[in-house]
């Protein structure tokens, strides 16, 4: 097998991270009242289903990638991957509600370990500019139909009646894809070198972990909980120790958690803001429509599931022809993809709005999102990493993936929080109507740092 060959395969390796990571957040969405009936759970109980895994996801990421720098990536890759497959199966037959939170938490971590890892392969497997450009974009094309694949299965795999509970099966099917790709990883994924000059920045670690903590706990309960003092004082004792941990990783230098070297990178910065604004409506839109079509309108979870599958069409689609656009016309395709969302979320709030009943056109405006979702998700990252040297990529990686999560977070407070206050107050139309106008404003912000973003 050829050396590019072989970068290709290592790339098809790696992508299961993303793909089973990706697919865990999303899956869970559509079957939460199948898991409810079945562990007979609280609605408290199934806000953490999604919250543990969220907190165990962002919380160790930036750890994860540079414990990678430091005991081999091949090394943390199969750890973190074993840890999610086993994890998953725990969570597969949990049979009370707590067990099944302590081992989302857990899947969580296992998929921070794996996944800083994958991306910082590919900066190092393909040290040429435009071979990199595609790979990124493959590799993003494979996070965005993730996404998409977990709505569906969300909606069709509780519906299915086997030898144990439909809602089982969306954490059991991670047992032989993640089985396959530690085999895979074990015998072909190349190791790279470790650091061996250097001490691992535990202090760091540990400061990072508080404060992470800190600042996303109280953004994924504080609505739930209407707002209580903790929350606010967690939040501004988690701006402080923000603020200290900068500082404590200025005085490290170039032994620290995060080399604050990286950040002199215009473009990554720019690119971590667009980031930070895009993931805050990517994640926000599945959960408010998942919502409303189920419990608004009262759509089974199946019929939601198939709905978004022709959003998962129309994202196919475009992120292939993304990925062969991107290197010609750059962030330009990235823009017009923005303009489809925002002209598509326009027409899902008066196709709502006017009660349109009408099947065929709502599946053509899904598709239509799902276009403009395919031509920004598979190259956003290019887009925030396409200047870094190789050797920060792992640390890169790690930022990137913490800010990708902790706006999940954001998004869900911010545009869910706005969706679920107004329900109470006006009903599913009205709720839809803001929190979507919120998302377009977000999408707009996303456009304006692509403006900004400089030209390869």
Known sequence: MTQRNSAWLSLIIVSTAVFLSVIDIFIVNVALPSIKTGLHASDADLQLIIALYLLGHAIFLITAGRLGDFYGRKRMFIL??????????????????????????????????????????????????QQRIKALGIYGSIAGTASVIGQLLGGILPDVHT??????????????????????????????????????????????????????????????????????????????????????????ATSALIDMQLFRFKDFNIGLLAVLFYFMVQDSYFLINAI?????????????????????????????????????????????????????????????????????????ILFAYGTGCGSVLPSLLTMALKSIPTGFAGTASGVFTTLQQTAIALGVCISGGIFFYIIQQTGYISAYQVATSVNIGLLLLTGYCLYRLPEA
Request: aromatic content about 12%; charged content about 10%.
């Open 80 to 129: 973190g991957m074993l840890i999610f497959v086993i994890t998953s199966c725990c969570c597969g037959f949990a049979s009370t509600p707590l067990q099944m939170n302590i081992s989302r938490f857990l899947q969580g971590t296992g998929a921070a370990l794996m996944l800083p890892q994958s991306i910082t392969y590919i900066q190092l497997l393909f040290p040429d500019h």
């Open 163 to 252: 030898i144990v509970e439909g809602w089982r099966l969306i954490f059991l099917i991670n047992l032989p894809i993640g089985i396959i790709a530690v085999i895979a990883a074990w015998r072909m994924l190349p190791e790279t070198s470790s650091v061996q000059n250097k001490k691992f920045d535990w202090t760091g670690v540990f400061i990072l972990t508080i404060t992470l903590c800190f600042l996303i706990f109280p953004l994924v309960y504080g609505r739930e909980l209407g707002w209580p003092t903790w929350t606010i004082l967690l939040l501004a004792a988690g701006i402080a120790l923000l603020y200290g941990f900068v500082k404590q990783q200025q005085r490290k």
């Open 292 to 364: 409303l079509l189920q419990t608004g309108l009262g759509y089974t979870s199946s019929a939601a599931g198939i709905l978004f599958a022709f959003q998962g069409i129309g994202y196919v689609v475009a992120s292939v022809l993304s990925i062969r656009l991107v290197p010609v016309y750059g962030k330009r395709v990235l823009q017009t993809g923005i303009g489809i969302m925002v002209v598509s979320l326009a027409a899902h709030i008066l196709f709502f709005s006017l009660n349109i009943n009408s099947m065929p056109l709502l599946t053509i």
